[in-house]
């Protein structure tokens, strides 16, 4: 079994995937990862809902199991990008049919977007807005039952990008990071300034 990580702004272990090299820096707060090529947490909504659709759910993770209650986990992502769909990722995850993932991800058109996924069975996909550089903000939040995505160009003011509820949520949920390359040759990501806090986000459109 894979040892687990601390960092110390989380106040909770978290595990690496099996055959992840993630790294904890000497900067506190600071993790990175260079996901290998072809790698991704995707289940085609093309494939439909049949449990013989394994979808693509190989890249490295490092979650872990927040305390009961709201809260609010946040990062300045950096990603290398290369490729098509390399991605800094904020994923939440109740098991390989039920997740969801804030992704700061390089577009077809050669764009970074902010791109967002919630997956209840197959998943979904839908693009935020572009960024202009490799570096963003992101963040996932819990209220009550629900969860919230947003992101930020300055980790000050922050805009919403997904509302939702994950199914079955007497489950344990986890919640970390994940970096991808699903048609590259592999892809270094890096999340510093990490920050959680265990209160409630009062407000999801005001920017705050």
């Known amino acids: 079994m894979t040892a687990p990580l601390y960092v110390p702004t989380v106040p909770f272990a978290l595990a690496p995937s099996a055959g992840s090299a ?5 900067v506190p707060g600071t993790v990175r990862v260079t996901a290998p090529p072809r790698t991704d947490v995707f289940l085609d909504p093309r494939d439909g809902v049949s449990s013989d659709s394994a979808g693509v759910l190989n890249a490295p993770t490092l979650l872990g199991t927040p305390p009961a209650g709201d809260f609010q986990l946040t990062a300045r992502v950096t990603v290398d990008f290369a490729a098509t769909f390399d991605a ?27 791109v967002s996924v919630v997956t209840r069975g197959v ?43 994950l199914a079955d949520p007497q489950r344990v949920v986890t919640v970390g990071f994940e970096g991808q390359s699903p048609t590259g040759d592999g892809c270094a990501v890096t999340f510093d300034r990490i920050g959680f806090t265990p209160t409630r986000l009062g407000d999801l459109r005001d920017g705050s």
């Open 22 to 26: 993630w790294v904890v820096d000497d």
């Open 88 to 114: 800094g990722v904020l994923l939440l995850h109740v098991d390989d049919r039920h997740w969801g993932k804030l992704c700061f991800e390089y577009s077809p058109d050669g764009v970074p977007l902010i």
């Open 123 to 165: 998943s979904d996909d839908a693009n935020g807005f572009a960024v202009d550089g490799n570096q963003v903000w992101l963040r996932v939040s819990r209220i009550g039952a629900a969860y919230a995505y947003h992101a930020s160009l300055d980790g000050t003011r922050w805009s919403l990008v997904r509302h939702f509820a």
